[in-house]
């Protein structure tokens, strides 16, 4: 039993990974190279004719170049702010455990209520910020019907959900930083602003590098908020990579297409990953 | 002098104030405006809105439940959450535990698979396993979405473990096999006990992953019967009758476990975020 205890987990455990994750990423990989016409008939061999047709059609370099715009920008309101909240948490004020876990919650939200309460809020007749614009004599925002206003409008409920975890991480690294580093900061003369760019950022950038890595991954795989919202409409103005691949796969039942467009997106982000590693590498003694 | 720089620091004081209180109202006004139109009586939904719900009403949670599948729906998303949860546990704590502590070639190979399957897109899986679960004839099932949620929750809890599992010193577990323990003993009585604030963060995490889950839900999932919260709840957007005053109740209800467990559990919530970030 002890002697057979550690091989058997490990055993098990190399089963469990081979079943749910590298069986299903090859099978998924194989299936690019079928055309099937249904999931029941017979896949027919392609070789890469399910690549070449993806490669050239304008679908895909749309969707590429969305999901860049989406997850970039995304990307960057998301640091941006969870720095600006993280430091602001950091300051002592009254209410402050409160108010951290109140910044927390938005994070919690399934994607689904998020999106259906923003739906609700700007709905066209009964939405709160409709009424409100209304009021306040602005013209009216169709926030995912047109094809200016739709980015923006799923970038920006992206943002909400997620910028939590910014927030919370960059606090949690906050509070490593020594406090002598800053007192001597100051009896140097150094302004707050030189403060946070010779003390705070240099400190967390290791943090700040994952936290970016692990962003800009799940943005760039992110599916639910855009197909909920406008389903990668107006004409395709926010359809990325995961809504076309599930669009291919599930709504027009073209598997190999769908596998091909995944396959494909997996690629670019290890492509990105690989520079990314190399331009800021990660410090691994840690 | 002494003057200007009280003045400076009220200054200072009233923008940290200010910040604060854009801050609280920008993450709650959304939750806030989901949970009180909840309780507003449809009337009252067509007026023009008020901050507070000039009267509250379980209107529209009845009819959430008599009108829709809503509680089906709700017993679904518990039974694959917790599923899933224990599922998690089980394989990541076997596979953690293994990894540090056994001695081999190519362990290494089974922490980088987990770490490069958080990078797949759930959609390269979601193809696959939908073709895998057709052809042996499990779509959709319960059972399909807890397999799915396990590809993204299960490479997450060996992640975790791992680097819990790793900073646990040998020394307790051969102390207590030199008094008598076997290894599963030292294993179950000594290092699992220590472990319970890495097991209730990786527990939480593969709760909250399954219980918001959209994406599998929706590729594995087609019959009313077998719906989760989020996929009917979805669905309702699409209806002829759109009714908000429902949908909002079902959004409540589903969120409000989501932040009963934030409440009592929210430190190990910030333990498991910031060790993800450091880690992952």
């Known amino acids: ?286 | 002098m002494s003057t200007s720089l009280h003045l400076k620091r009220a200054a200072g004081r009233g923008m940290l104030y200010l910040g604060a209180l854009i801050l609280a109202v920008y993450s709650i006004f959304p939750i806030y405006w989901m949970v009180a139109s909840s309780f507003r009586s449809a009337r009252e939904m067509l007026t023009n809105p008020t901050l507070l719900p000039s009267a509250i009403t379980l209107d529209n949670y009845y009819s959430l439940l008599e009108q829709t599948d809503y509680l089906r729906q709700f017993a679904n998303s518990t039974i694959v959450a917790l599923s899933t949860v224990f599922l998690t546990m089980v394989l990541s704590i076997m596979i953690a535990y293994g990894v540090t502590r056994q001695r081999m070639r190519g362990k290494q190979f089974i922490i980088s698979g987990m770490l490069y399957a958080y990078m797949f897109p759930p959609l390269l899986l979601a193809i696959p396993l939908y073709s895998m679960f057709s052809v042996i004839g499990l779509n959709d099932t319960l059972l399909s979405l807890v397999i799915s949620h396990l590809t993204i929750t299960m490479p997450l809890g060996v992640w975790f473990l791992w680097g819990f599992f790793k900073t646990m010193p040998f020394e307790l577990e051969e102390a207590a096999m030199v008094d008598g323990c076997s290894r599963l003993g030292a294993f179950l009585r000594v290092v699992l006990p220590l472990s319970v604030p890495g097991l209730v963060t990786v527990a939480i995490f593969a709760f909250l992953l399954s219980w918001t889950d959209y994406v599998f839900a929706l590729v594995m999932i087609g019959s009313d019967a077998n719906k989760t919260v989020p996929l009917g709840l979805a669905s309702m957007v699409g209806a002829f009758d759109l009714r908000w005053g429902d949908i909002m109740a079902g959004s409540t209800l589903i969120a409000l476990p989501l932040f009963v467990a934030f409440i009592a559990l929210s430190r190990y919530f910030v333990q498991g975020l910031t060790a993800g970030a450091i880690k992952g």
């Open chain 1, 1 to 286: 039993m002890t002697r057979w205890m550690l091989p058997g987990f490990l055993t098990i455990g190399a089963l469990a990974t081979l079943v749910l994750i590298v069986g299903p990423a090859i099978y998924a990989i194989s299936l690019s190279f079928f055309d099937r016409t249904s999931l029941t008939a017979e896949p027919v061999w392609v070789g890469f004719d399910n690549f070449a047709n993806v490669l050239s059609s304008g679908a895909f370099w749309n969707a590429l170049w969305n999901g860049f715009v989406y997850a970039g920008v995304a990307i960057v309101l998301q640091v941006v702010l969870g720095i600006g909240f993280a430091l602001l948490l950091h300051q002592p004020f009254r209410g402050r455990a409160l108010l951290r876990g109140v910044a927390f919650l938005p994070y919690l939200l399934p994607t689904v209520v998020a999106v259906l309460t923003f739906k609700w809020m700007i709905d066209g007749s009964l939405g709160i910020v409709t009424i409100k614009m209304a009021d306040w004599g602005l013209p009216p925002i169709y926030w995912f019907e047109t094809e200016s206003a739709a980015m923006f409008s799923v970038i920006m409920v992206s943002v909400w959900l997620w910028t939590p975890f910014v927030t919370t991480t960059f606090l949690a690294g906050l509070q490593t930083i020594p406090v002598q580093l800053y007192e001597a900061a100051r009896v140097d003369g150094a302004g707050p602003i030189r403060r946070f760019f010779h003390i705070t950022l240099p400190s967390l950038r290791p943090i700040l590098t994952v936290i970016i890595l692990l962003r800009g991954v799940w943005m760039f795989n992110k599916f639910d908020v855009i197909w909920l919202t406008t389903g990668g409409g107006p004409l395709g103005a926010t359809e990325h990579l995961p809504v076309l691949a599930y669009r291919e796969a599930f709504r027009l039942f073209d598997i190999g297409t769908g596998a091909a467009i995944a396959t494909l997106s997996f690629l670019v982000l290890m492509v990105i990953v690989t520079i990314y590693f190399w331009a800021f590498p990660m410090d691994d003694r840690k």
